[in-house]
């Protein structure tokens, strides 16, 4: 059946929009702001870093599920069964207890309640913070969709008010910092990987697909052709919003005599433009956000850890392990938790990245396994190494000296034309031994 031209962009604007906001989080609205602070006039380099690794990266990851099934496990079909399964296991504790659940927490924290209760001792706040997220997730309660309903479109709304008086009544003209461009670009690049949207955008593309197949956009083509147009629409909506902070962040004229902590720079341009009231409404919306993302992403790893253990491991357990888990980890300040998540990060998006340029690239032409898994291999190592180097490990250093040699190395994608030819090399000796 032939669908009309009207539902089709209904069909665009509607999956645009879904797009937006999976990637639209909260606990990423402290990254921006912070980067143009520390890059200053150099502003524009560092936001076409950020805008590949934190908007750019995640819709080719959204597209290449679309390509290739209707969610991440089925590229197991492709690549090899347990490597994705594995993966995917890597993937969702990122997204899940050891980094991004934390994170909404400490930043609820350090946003929303710190500034206005400051005596309050954080294990207190946290212990009533993940306690609503266990018994909201456990309940999978209706009240978590019906305040992300209006959440989000209030939290947009007093950003695009912040952005926009920002840019048209500057706090400060931007300053000349120690980065250079390429520097900016990098710093921009590897912040980027923080938002971990990249991640999300391979386990959560399924949510997107299945709404392009009951729009009626059933074969892979036309989910492509959808998701393509759709996409379009969330990463302008990004940019705005990531490129505004960034400016701001650029022009704050924020001057610390200690380290500069992220969520104090937001506090900071909050009340600077926005006044007292316009300040804690971006507190209060980004703190009821990050409960929602909190809910959500814990919902996610109670459901992936009972269908990986077929039951053995029920929702409930894993929601409860997975929340103890998170209280933990989230005593730590969001400064340290972005630290220690660049270990992790650095190491594993370069992998996901990997795989979704290549079968976005090959898919089509190139049905082996081998390739894939050779390249993945060759991208394992090098942003392995690239993970001790940040790390600090001294013992590394003649392999450090060795891996700056290659191509683009500078500019943190030293792994990008290693694996490509790695995967065209495998491919070619394979067709050759076949004759």
């Not at 946290?126 to 989000?152: Q, R």
């Not at 077929?310 to 409860?320: H, S, T």
């Not at 190139?366 to 050779?374: H, Q």
């Not at 994608?413 to 694996?419: R, T, V």
Request: proline residues 4%; positive net charge.
């Amino acid at each position: 059946m032939e669908l009309g031209n009207k539902h089709k962009w209904s069909t665009v604007t509607t999956v645009g929009f879904a797009l937006f906001a999976m990637f639209f989080g909260a606990g990423n609205l402290i990254l921006p702001p912070f980067i143009g602070l520390e890059v200053g006039n150099e502003w524009l380099w560092a936001l076409l870093g950020f805008f590949i690794t934190a908007i750019i990266a995640p819709f080719l990851g959204v597209l290449m599920v679309a390509k290739a099934g209707t969610n991440f496990t089925h590229l197991g079909n492709r690549i090899h069964p347990e490597l994705i399964k594995w993966l995917t296991l890597f993937v969702i504790l990122c997204i899940g207890p050891l980094i991004a659940i934390p994170r909404t927490g400490s930043t609820t924290f350090e946003v929303g309640i710190a500034p206005l209760l400051p005596d309050l001792p954080k294990i207190a706040f946290l212990v009533v913070f993940f306690g609503m997220v266990l018994v909201l997730s456990i309940s999978k309660s209706k009240i978590v969709d019906i305040i992300g309903k209006f959440l989000t479109p209030f939290l947009l709304i007093v950003l695009v008010l912040l952005i926009a008086l920002g840019i048209l009544f500057p706090l400060h003209h931007t300053l000349p910092s120690d980065f250079t461009a390429k520097d900016s670009f990098v710093f921009g690049f590897t912040e980027g990987y923080q938002t971990m949207d990249v991640l999300a955008s391979v386990i959560f593309a399924g949510i997107i697909i299945s709404a392009v197949s009951e729009k009626g956009y059933r074969s892979p083509e036309k989910r492509s052709h959808i998701t393509l147009l759709s996409g379009s629409i969330s990463t302008i909506c990004l940019l705005f919003i990531y490129g505004g902070l960034i400016y701001l962040g650029a022009t704050s004229g924020y001057l610390t005599d200690n380290e500069v902590s992220r969520t104090d720079l937001l506090l900071y341009i909050s009340h600077s433009v926005l006044g007292r009231w316009g300040a804690m409404a971006v507190a209060l919306a980004m703190g009821l956000a990050c409960l929602t993302t909190a809910i959500a992403l814990t919902s996610s790893v109670g459901s992936f850890f009972e269908e990986l253990t077929k039951g053995r491991l029920p929702y409930k357990a894993g929601v409860i392990l997975c929340t103890l888990v998170s209280i933990v980890l989230s005593i730590n300040k969001v400064d340290s938790i972005i630290q220690y998540a660049a270990y992790i990060l650095l190491f594993l998006y370069p992998i996901v990245f990997t795989i979704i340029l290549e079968v976005l690239l090959f898919g089509n032409t190139v049905k082996s396994r081998t390739p894939y898994l050779v390249s993945i291999a060759v991208t394992a190592v090098l942003s392995f190494i690239d993970s001790c180097k940040t790390w600090g490990v001294s013992s590394l250093e003649q392999v450090y000296a060795l891996k700056a040699y290659l191509p683009l190395d500078s500019y943190s994608l030293g792994w990008l034309l290693p694996s490509l030819l790695a995967f065209l090399g495998a491919a070619v000796l394979q067709v050759r031994g076949k004759r």
